[in-house]
């Protein structure tokens, strides 16, 4: 009975141990691979610079504000692909320091615009393999 009672508990024990090592799997276990680093786009006194950039899927592009930057700015999407969330490719306003890196995972094009110079500042990342 004593041995019975053992092997219980340390099955019990392990199950315990299996379930805590499944709860930590890192992310890239679960099906994620980290962005790959892409283009960064300057965001400046009326212009991104540049304009249109092509990258691969699940890349990371960043925005830098410009230091002589005088006015405000943003990023935000006017069209996409299909069944994105379009508040992550949208950024703070600003005039510097703003920090923006959206991933890029869904084929397709995406269209920029500053929403305070919507007619001059204007940009198109197109997403391939």
């Known amino acids: 009975m004593i041995r019975a009672g053992k092997s219980k508990r340390a099955a019990i024990a392990l ?3 299996a379930v805590v090592a499944v709860a930590v ?28 950039v ?4 699940n890349t990371k592009v960043k925005f830098k504000w410009d230091p002589s930057n005088l006015d ?3 990023v ?4 996409g692909p299909k069944k994105i969330d379009k508040n992550d490719f949208k950024s703070a306003t600003g005039t510097i ?6 991933v ?5 094009t995406y269209d920029f615009l500053c929403s305070i110079h919507p ?11």
Do not use: C, R
Request: charged content about 30%; overall charge positive.
């Open 15 to 17: 199950g315990a141990i």
């Open 25 to 52: 799997a890192p992310a890239s276990e679960a099906g994620k691979s980290k962005p790959k680093k892409g283009p960064t786009i300057k965001v400046a006194d009326d212009f991104y610079s540049p304009t249109a």
């Open 54 to 57: 092509t990258v691969k899927p």
């Open 72 to 74: 405000q700015h943003n």
């Open 76 to 79: 935000i999407i006017s069209k």
């Open 97 to 102: 320091g703003i920090k923006f890196a959206p």
């Open 104 to 108: 890029f995972e869904k084929k397709g």
């Open 119 to 129: 007619d001059v500042m204007k940009l198109k990342v197109t997403v391939k393999k």
